[in-house]
């Protein structure tokens, strides 16, 4: 499966910004959809994950209550909604999807987006 990211751009701190994450088609590898982002210097990281079939989520402590992950079966595409963005938030985003789970490791997804930079100023 294909996975096409989009939506990052340059936001104030405190702002609103929506990722979109469009899959080529509904397959196992899109059982569990997942955001991750990678800062500079920094290894990757688990952002938020969503199970496909009942939408059961999970976030990373630092965006809980300010990121929401959804999903749009028509459309074969999974959001993230980040609100209060904060400095610390600035990344490259990367939607990925797997058949395993939506855990924090990277290893457990087969599909990966292109990235798409998230970029929050003062």
């Known amino acids: 499966v294909q996975l096409q990211a989009s939506g990052g751009g340059l936001v104030q701190a405190g702002g609103s910004l929506r990722l979109s994450c469009a899959a080529s088609?509904?397959?196992?590898?899109?059982?569990?959809m997942a955001w991750f982002r990678q800062a500079p210097g920094k290894e990757r990281e688990f952002v938020a994950g969503?199970?496909?079939?009942?939408?059961?989520?999970a976030y990373a402590d630092s965006v809980k209550g300010r990121f929401t992950i959804s999903r749009d079966n028509a459309k074969i595409t999974v959001y993230l909604q980040m609100n209060s963005l904060k400095l610390e938030d600035t990344a490259v985003y990367y939607c990925?999807?797997?058949?395993?789970?939506?855990?924090?490791?990277?290893?457990?997804?087969?599909?990966w987006g292109q990235g798409t930079q998230v970029t929050v100023s003062s």
């Open positions: 990925a999807g797997g058949s395993v789970g939506y855990g924090s490791e990277p290893r457990l997804y087969d599909s």
């Open positions: 088609e509904r397959t196992f590898s899109t059982s569990f």
């Open positions: 969503i199970r496909w079939r009942d939408s059961n989520t």
